[in-house]
C-alpha cells in the first residue's frame, strides 16, 4: 500500500539519494581537491549522512565576499552516542582533538544528546573520523534521512532501570543504522567491497526526511518526547523493565508562514513486550519509508504522514508489519524536563555530578576554564560521563571517595557554581550565528544576557528564588533549541527580531501557541513584564507560567493538531 501520489514530480533529494551509489557520491574526489574548501554539488548534501553539515563563519563572509574569496568553509561534526554515554577516555581524545584541530577550539554538548566539533577544515575531516574510530565513536547517520542518535533518559539515580533502558537506546540505533559500508570506505580508507549495498529498513533512497528516536524513562522527560518521530516509554516492574509504551509523530519545525507546516505532539499507539521493541521500530520506520512525502520535504517528516492518511491506519499498518497488536498503554506520568543539577546518590550507593554547562559549549572562558576542567576531571574520574539532551554534562558513577576530588575540580574550573538561578538552569538555545547557516536571528550568544533580564523581571515580582520559566530560544523555525515545547518560546524571525509563543508546559506535553510576531528583544522583555506581574499575583497555587497563560485566556492551548496551532 504506497500512501504517496506517485503522480507527483519528487524532490530533488531523492534524485540526490539515488544517484548517490549508496551515499558515495563523488565524496572521496572532493576530500582530494585543494582548490576549494568545500563540497560541491550533490556532495554538499551527502556528507550529512555522514555526520556532518558545511558550514562558513558567517560573521566574517560579507568581508571575505568583498576581498573575492570564496567564504572559509569547514564542517561541523555530530557524533553518534546513543543515550550520550561517554568514557573519560574517549573525552580526553575528542577534547585534544577539538584543541588541535577546530577552528573554535571548543566542544558543544547539543540537544540530541552527544557532543559536536565546528570548524574543522577540508585537510583534517579524515583525521577527525579516525580518530574517532580508534576511541570507538563514529558519526554515522547522526544527520541527513535516516534515523538519528538515540536519546535515552540520563537517570542516575535509578541505576539498574537505566542501564536496560540505555542498552535498549543502543540496539534499536545499531539495528536502523544505514548498511551501506560507505562511511569506512571513505573515512577510515575501508577495502572497496565488490558487493551490492542493501538497506532492508532504510531502502535503496533512505527515509523521506530525519527521524528521530527516543527512549524515555517516567517520570522525567528531558529527552522531550513530543519533539521526536518514535519514542519508546519505559515501563517498570518492580525496577525491572518488562516493555515500553510507543508514542509517534512528534516534531518541532515548521516554516514561516507556510499554514502547512507546524509543531505537533506524538500520538500513543500502545504497549508492547520487550522483545518486540526491535520489530515495532523497524515497522514504524519502514512505514513512513514507504508512505512519507517524497515530494514536498516540508511535508515529509512522519507527523505529516500521520495527519494525511490517519493515526488508525498508519498503526494498523505498523501492527501488520511487525506482527503485534499494541496493547492498551500501561499508566506513565512525565513530571519534569530538566536536569538534576549538582550530586545525587544512586540506588547502587554510587554518586553523580550534573553539572551545568550554559548553551552546552565548553571552552575556556576568561575566569571559567570549562574545557579545561573537564579535561581534568576525565584524568580522574572512574565512571563514565552521560551528555544530556538539555545541554549538561552528568559525572557518574563517583565513589564515595572520590566524590571531595572530582567536586574540588569542579568548583575551580567553573564547572560547579551555587549561583546560577532556576531560571538559567532552564533556558536553553540552539547554536544559530556564526556557523549555523539556517540562522535568521541569534541564540547561543543572546541567552546568557537575556536569561539575566528575565531574572531581574522575575526578581522585580517578587518570585520565589526556585520559581522559573521554561525559556528557549532557536535562530529559525527548524526547532533544534525546541522552542516548541516551551513555556515562552523565541523562534528567530530576523536579526534581533523573534516570534514569540507562550502556553507550553513544565512536564512538555503541551505546544506552546503564537502570541506575538516579529518583535524585538527590548518589546519581547516588556510583554514577559507584564505577563509575569499577572502570573505572580492571579496564579493558583502551584501553578506554572505556561499553565497559567492558558488559564488566564492569554493564549488558547494547542491540543494535538494544525488547527489548533494556527487558529
Not at 532504510?202 to 522525567?220: A, D, E, N, W
Not at 533544534?480 to 528567530?492: D, K, N, Q, W
Amino acid at each position: 500500500m504506497d500512501k504517496t501520489d506517485k503522480a507527483l514530480k519528487l524532490s530533488d533529494n531523492e534524485r540526490l539519494k539515488r544517484e548517490s551509489n549508496f551515499l558515495r557520491g563523488t565524496i572521496a574526489k572532493d576530500l582530494d581537491d585543494r582548490i576549494t574548501g568545500g563540497f560541491t554539488a550533490d556532495n554538499f548534501q551527502l556528507i550529512r549522512f555522514h555526520g556532518m553539515y558545511q558550514q562558513d563563519d558567517r560573521d566574517f563572509r560579507a568581508e571575505r565576499i568583498k576581498q573575492k574569496l570564496e567564504p572559509l568553509h569547514n564542517v561541523m561534526l555530530r557524533a553518534r552516542m546513543p543515550g550520550g554515554v561517554i568514557t573519560p577516555k574517549q573525552w580526553l581524545a575528542i577534547d585534544k582533538f577539538a584543541e588541535e584541530y577546530t577552528s573554535y577550539g571548543s566542544l558543544r554538548l547539543t540537544t540530541r544528546q552527544t557532543f559536536q566539533f565546528h570548524g574543522v577544515l577540508k585537510p583534517n575531516i579524515k583525521l577527525m573520523h579516525q580518530t574517532l574510530n580508534k576511541i570507538g565513536i563514529d558519526s554515522i547517520a547522526t544527520a541527513g534521512d535516516v534515523n538519528r542518535n538515540v536519546l535515552c533518559t540520563t537517570n542516575p539515580v535509578e541505576s539498574e532501570l537505566h542501564q536496560e533502558a540505555y542498552e535498549w537506546a543502543k540496539r534499536i540505533s545499531e539495528h536502523l543504522l544505514p548498511k551501506t559500508r560507505t562511511y569506512a570506505e571513505i573515512w577510515l580508507d575501508g577495502e572497496r567491497l565488490e558487493t551490492t549495498d542493501e538497506e532492508p529498513i532504510l531502502g535503496s533512497t533512505y527515509l523521506p526526511r530525519k527521524f528521530k528516536t527516543t527512549v524515555v524513562i517516567p517520570p522525567q522527560n528531558d529527552v522531550d518526547v513530543h519533539a521526536n518521530d518514535l519514542n519508546f516509554i519505559a515501563i517498570a516492574e518492580q525496577g525491572k523493565l518488562v516493555g515500553f509504551n510507543v508514542l509517534v509523530g512528534g516534531g518541532l519545525a515548521m516554516t514561516h508562514g507556510d499554514t502547512s507546516t507546524y509543531p505537533r505532539r506524538a500520538d500513543d499507539f500502545g504497549f508492547i513486550p520487550l522483545e518486540k521493541t526491535l520489530e515495532i521500530a523497524a515497522a514504524v520506520v519502514t512505514t513512513q519509508r514507504d508512505w512519507g512525502n517524497r515530494s514536498n520535504r516540508k511535508n515529509a517528516k512522519t507527523k505529516y504522514t500521520l495527519d494525511r492518511v490517519g493515526v488508525d491506519v498508519f498503526k494498523a499498518e505498523v501492527e501488520s508489519r511487525a506482527g503485534i497488536q499494541f496493547e492498551a498503554s500501561r499508566p506513565y506520568e512525565l513530571t519534569e524536563r530538566g536536569d538534576r543539577i549538582g550530586w545525587v546518590e544512586g540506588i547502587d550507593g554510587k554518586h553523580h555530578l550534573a553539572l551545568f554547562i550554559e548553551n552546552g559549549r565548553l571552552l575556556d572562558f576568561p575566569g571559567k576554564p570549562l574545557k579545561t576542567g573537564m579535561a581534568e576531571i576525565a584524568k580522574v574520574h572512574t565512571g563514565d560521563f552521560r551528555m544530556t539532551a538539555n545541554q549538561n554534562l552528568i559525572v557518574a558513577g563517583v565513589a564515595i571517595e572520590n566524590k571531595e576530588q572530582i567536586e574540588q575540580i569542579a568548583r575551580a574550573h567553573g564547572l560547579m557554581d551555587d549561583g546560577v538561578t532556576e531560571q538559567r538552569k532552564n533556558s536553553m538555545a540552539c547554536v544559530a550565528f556564526p556557523t549555523c547557516p539556517l540562522a535568521m536571528a541569534e541564540a547561543e550568544r543572546m541567552l546568557p544576557k537575556f536569561v539575566t533580564d528575565v531574572e531581574a523581571i522575575l526578581n522585580k515580582h517578587q518570585l520565589p528564588e526556585e520559581e522559573s520559566i521554561i525559556l528557549r530560544v532557536t535562530g529559525c523555525p527548524n526547532g533544534c533549541g525546541r522552542s516548541m515545547l516551551a513555556e515562552i518560546g523565541l523562534v528567530g524571525k530576523a536579526p534581533g527580531r523573534y516570534n514569540v509563543h507562550l502556553g507550553g508546559n513544565r512536564s512538555g506535553t503541551r505546544v506552546p501557541k503564537m502570541y506575538k510576531e516579529n518583535i524585538t528583544e527590548a518589546q519581547i522583555l516588556a510583554e514577559i513584564d507584564g505577563l509575569v506581574g499577572r502570573w505572580a499575583t492571579e496564579r493558583q497555587e502551584g501553578e506554572g507560567f505556561g499553565d497559567f497563560t492558558i488559564r488566564a485566556n492569554i493564549v488558547a492551548e494547542v491540543i494535538i493538531s494544525s488547527r489548533d496551532f494556527y487558529a
